[in-house]
């Protein structure tokens, strides 16, 4: 039987949909409104342009009911079993999905001052699409669930204790449905149990994330108390010295909000090279620009620290595995992540490497397994959904 899932990403202004049969992961259909709240915002629904004003996100849930009829497919031709939400923060309240009810709104509200940015708007997708599919069960997946597995000496700071308690102040982890999600995948194409293989996820986006995953759990991953630390991305800088906020605030007058937002908005390779897009980075850096070589060097080396660490943390590692945007499709970004690691048992090939046909782009001789796996965020929304309707 088909089962289809209805799974909805709210944003601060933007809402993007997809009708996903969490079978097999094909959408029917895939949409996104942008610039709600705009004097015109922009709405795609499976390639169809369909601009209009859409003041708020009830308004954009109601556009996008309308382009299915206007476009299709049509929705009362399609059983919806299940409405899956995107939630960013889960704090340590969840560490799986969850059916929605008052108490998840509730406990989700109660952790805005965690993610003040994305649970409000990821709140709003949920009332919104409660009032216009009242029958229907609703699903919320974290995007830190995957990471509630790490052990108390990864997701700790050595900072007063108090914090965590006053604040909850620790680390939590992002893109843990990307994750879950490929390491799965990965395990698949290795031919083996989830349960029995260690590696090491990368996960290179616009936000990038690694992860060590130890027999299907994540036992360390690079994100932290926010989405922040870490890996180089394409605006956030990732690790840097907490002392540079007070550094700052003393010598320039910086207040925290500013660094703060210098941080998340104007580092990365944005603040190296003025291209946050790694595409614009690799083009700059093949016409010679310093400052992109400098960028894509930092990234890589980020990277290939990250891998040590996660390789010490796992002890033995059956693969390293390459996902999203820069994941999957940048060959130099791979192979300078991992250049060198032949002592760590990491052959890369670099004929696959440069034009994969398939998921494994390491020699076939390689001890560790170089994967690059395709993510698919909005699938494992779906399968996770329909996996919590079955255990009702
Ligand atoms: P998001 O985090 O928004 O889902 P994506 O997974 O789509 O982002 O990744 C976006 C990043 O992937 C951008 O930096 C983009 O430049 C990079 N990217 C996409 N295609 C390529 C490519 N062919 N080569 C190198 N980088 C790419």
Same mark, same amino acid.
């Given at each position: /039987?088909?089962?289809?899932?209805?799974?909805?990403?709210?944003?601060?202004?933007? !809402?993007?949909?997809?009708?996903?049969?969490?079978?097999?992961?094909?959408?029917? +259909?895939? =949409?996104?409104?942008?610039?709600?709240?705009?004097?015109?915002?922009?709405?795609?629904?499976?390639?169809?342009?369909?601009?209009?004003?859409?003041?708020?996100?009830?308004?954009?849930?109601?556009?996008?009911?309308?382009?299915?009829?206007?476009?299709?497919?049509?929705?009362?031709?399609?059983?919806?079993? +299940?409405?899956?939400?995107?939630?960013?923060?889960?704090? @340590?309240?969840?560490?799986?999905?969850?059916?929605?009810?008052?108490?998840?709104?509730?406990?989700?509200?109660?952790?805005?001052?965690?993610?003040?940015?994305?649970?409000?708007?990821? %709140?709003?997708?949920?009332?919104?699409?409660?009032?216009?599919?009242?029958?229907?069960?609703?699903?919320?997946?974290?995007?830190?669930?995957?990471?509630?597995? %790490?052990?108390?000496?990864?997701?700790?700071?050595?900072?007063?204790?108090?914090? !965590?308690?006053?604040?909850?102040?620790?680390?939590?982890?992002?893109?843990?449905?990307?994750?879950?999600?490929?390491?799965?995948?990965?395990?698949?194409?290795?031919?083996?149990?989830?349960?029995?293989?260690?590696?090491?996820? %990368?996960?290179?986006?616009? =936000?990038?994330?690694?992860?060590?995953?130890?027999?299907?759990?994540?036992?360390?991953?690079? /994100?932290?108390?926010?989405?922040?630390?870490?890996?180089?991305?394409?605006?956030?800088?990732?690790?840097?010295?907490?002392?540079?906020?007070?550094? !700052?605030? &003393?010598?320039?007058?910086?207040?925290?909000?500013?660094?703060?937002?210098?941080?998340?908005?104007?580092?990365?390779?944005?603040?190296?090279?003025?291209?946050?897009?790694?595409?614009?980075?690799?083009?700059? &850096?093949?016409?010679?620009?310093?400052?992109?070589?400098?960028?894509?060097?930092?990234?890589?080396?980020?990277?290939?620290?990250?891998?040590?660490?996660?390789?010490?943390?796992?002890?033995?590692?059956?693969?390293?595995?390459?996902?999203?945007?820069?994941?999957?499709?940048?060959?130099?970004?791979?192979?300078?992540?991992?250049?060198? %690691?032949?002592?760590?048992?990491?052959? !890369? @090939?670099?004929?696959?490497?440069? @034009?994969?046909?398939?998921?494994?782009?390491?020699?076939?001789?390689?001890?560790?397994?170089?994967?690059?796996?395709?993510?698919?965020?909005?699938?494992?929304?779906?399968?996770?959904?329909?996996?919590?309707?079955?255990?009702?």
């Amino acid at each position: /039987m088909t089962e289809h899932v209805l799974v909805i990403n709210a944003g601060s202004s933007s !809402l993007k949909y997809s009708l996903v049969d969490a079978a097999t992961g094909e959408a029917a +259909a895939t =949409g996104l409104v942008e610039r709600i709240g705009e004097d015109r915002s922009h709405h795609v629904h499976n390639g169809h342009e369909d601009d209009q004003r859409v003041p708020d996100h009830e308004a954009a849930l109601e556009a996008a009911v309308q382009v299915f009829d206007k476009y299709g497919p049509s929705l009362s031709e399609i059983e919806i079993v +299940a409405v899956g939400h995107r939630v960013v923060h889960g704090g @340590d309240r969840f560490a799986a999905p969850a059916l929605v009810d008052d108490d998840l709104i509730a406990a989700v509200k109660d952790l805005i001052p965690l993610a003040p940015l994305h649970n409000p708007a990821n %709140l709003e997708g949920i009332e919104v699409a409660r009032r216009l599919f009242p029958d229907l069960p609703h699903v919320a997946v974290f995007d830190t669930a995957f990471h509630q597995t %790490l052990p108390p000496y990864a997701y700790t700071y050595a900072v007063p204790s108090s914090w !965590l308690d006053d604040y909850g102040i620790r680390r939590y982890g992002f893109h843990g449905t990307s994750h879950a999600f490929v390491s799965e995948q990965a395990a698949r194409v290795l031919g083996r149990d989830p349960g029995d293989v260690n590696m090491i996820v %990368l996960h290179l986006g616009n =936000g990038c994330s690694a992860a060590a995953v130890r027999g299907g759990q994540s036992v360390d991953t690079s /994100m932290g108390f926010t989405p922040l630390e870490g890996l180089v991305m394409g605006t956030r800088s990732g690790d840097v010295d907490p002392a540079i906020h007070g550094h !700052l605030a &003393r010598v320039a007058g910086r207040t925290a909000e500013e660094t703060d937002r210098s941080l998340n908005s104007e580092s990365g390779l944005k603040g190296l090279t003025g291209a946050n897009d790694f595409r614009e980075v690799l083009r700059l &850096r093949a016409n010679g620009d310093e400052r992109a070589k400098l960028a894509f060097d930092l990234y890589c080396y980020r990277l290939k620290k990250y891998i040590g660490a996660y390789y010490a943390v796992l002890g033995t590692v059956d693969a390293v595995v390459f996902t999203a945007g820069v994941g999957q499709h940048s060959a130099e970004a791979r192979a300078a992540a991992v250049a060198g %690691l032949e002592g760590l048992g990491i052959h !890369l @090939d670099p004929i696959r490497n440069a @034009d994969p046909s398939g998921p494994v782009v390491s020699t076939d001789e390689s001890p560790v397994k170089v994967l690059v796996i395709p993510t698919n965020e909005e699938w494992e929304i779906a399968r996770q959904s329909v996996a919590v309707l079955a255990a009702r």
